[in-house]
């Protein structure tokens, strides 16, 4: 089946005691036995939920993974990868990164002794350079929010591959319909659901995919362990939402193009990052392992001052001014002030992110209406 086909169908069976053509919301926390230890396959609804298991297989399929698991958010999914290693081990992350993954990694996990090492990860060199018999996890961030680069996947698993490490990728920002991580070598795919795949701003959620059953059942272990997991009504949502994935970034793509291409050409503008641009530095690579340039961009404003960047932000009236991202609804952030600000200035602007960069999340709405409103805030 192809993409658009699975996005709908995969995973979905009718209702076998009604016929209901949609997944019910089984809103139960546990189930009737018929002696202890005999049951229909589902025992208490923090290990198994049939709207969370339809949801699973969905987006598995999507991902061309043989295996999914929902969390209830996406830093849990990622923490929930993290809790497979242990005290000494070592993960090489790439640099420029979702500022919550960042703070989760140093804040909370250094402290139980595992070591993380960022670093530029566009040159595939870096990694070999700081890679050891400790490195048990290279985490992989492509596009990277905010900056748009684009990490070679391919290459950078095989170098994890030869040290023994396992890869994982945070494909939230390209979504399963632009890049599949799992064909290009890597081990895990990691989702913030709560973006492209939900699609409409509503449900908090993620998602960890792997064609690997002890990769998976560890994920299936920690999941019921620690029970970060979505309920049923977030599950039917995300089910609901990801069936016009398809479509959705279809337009994502072509407005993003639109607006990427009008900024590059303001007046006003002094740099625009997207990777759809010839000479984007890392566009090649982009063509190669995505199939679609996404709807995220940065820019910076020309005479840039934290002042003028604050100003512009306070004009946008169609973009809403909101942390978040991949919603039907366009929306404007400041990186440095929002979604990265856990970061500590010094590192974030090792690579670019200054406190005068603006992040867009490109919706579907009509293209005119999008700069219409970015010509009156940008004046
Ligand atoms: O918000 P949550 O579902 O827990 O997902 C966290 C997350 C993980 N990875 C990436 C690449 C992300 O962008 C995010 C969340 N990001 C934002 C809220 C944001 O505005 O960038």
Redesign the pocket.
């Known amino acids: 089946m192809k993409f658009g086909t699975k996005a709908l169908h995969a995973g979905i069976e009718p209702d076998p005691s009604t016929g209901a053509i949609m997944t019910p919301i089984f809103q139960t926390s546990t189930y009737v036995q018929d002696g202890p230890g005999i049951h229909k396959g589902y025992e208490y609804a923090r290990t198994q939920n049939p709207t969370r298991s339809a949801l699973e297989k969905n987006i598995a399929s999507l991902e061309n993974a043989r295996f999914g698991r929902c969390f209830a ?3 849990s999914a ?1 923490e929930t990868v993290i809790k497979t290693l242990r005290p000494g081990d070592e993960v090489i992350c790439t640099g420029d ?2 500022g ?2 960042f703070r989760l990694f140093t804040q909370m996990y250094e402290q139980f002794g595992i070591r993380f090492t960022f670093i530029d990860m566009r040159d595939a060199k870096n990694v070999e350079e700081v890679i050891t018999d400790k490195t048990k996890l290279l985490w992989i ?1 492509t596009p990277t ?1 905010p900056m748009l680069n684009i990490i070679d996947i391919e290459t950078i698993s095989a170098i994890g591959h030869k040290h023994g490490a396992k890869v994982a990728v ?1 494909n ?2 390209a979504s399963p319909y632009l890049q599949n991580p799992l064909d290009l070598g890597a081990d895990i795919v990691m989702h ?4 492209y795949i939900a699609g409409h701003s509503d449900v ?3 998602f960890l995919g792997t064609n690997d059953l002890a990769i998976d059942e560890q994920f299936g272990f920690i999941q019921n362990s620690s029970g970060a997991v979505p309920g049923p009504q977030d599950c039917f949502l995300v089910l609901r939402g990801v069936k016009t994935l398809h479509i959705r970034m279809q337009r994502h793509c072509e407005n993003g193009e639109v607006v990427a291409k009008y900024l590059k050409n303001h007046p006003n503008i002094d740099k625009v990052f997207w990777p759809g641009f010839e000479d984007h530095p890392n566009h090649e690579l982009a063509k190669k392992q995505m199939r679609g340039f996404g709807g995220m961009i940065s820019f910076i404003q020309k005479d840039d001052s934290l002042e003028k960047t604050e100003s512009t932000l306070g004009k946008f009236k169609l973009f809403s001014l909101a ?3 991949g919603g039907v609804e366009s929306l404007v ?1 400041h990186p440095s002030g929002m ?1 990265h600000a856990s970061i500590p200035k010094e590192k974030r602007v090792v690579g670019g992110l200054t406190d005068t960069m603006i992040r867009l999340s490109v919706g579907i709405e009509d293209i005119d209406d999008l700069i219409a409103d970015l010509e009156q805030a940008l004046k």
């Open positions: 958010s996406g830093m990622t990164l979702y919550g993954s961030e929010n945070d939230t920002f913030s659901v709560t973006k908090i959620m993620g942390e978040s991202l952030g979604t």
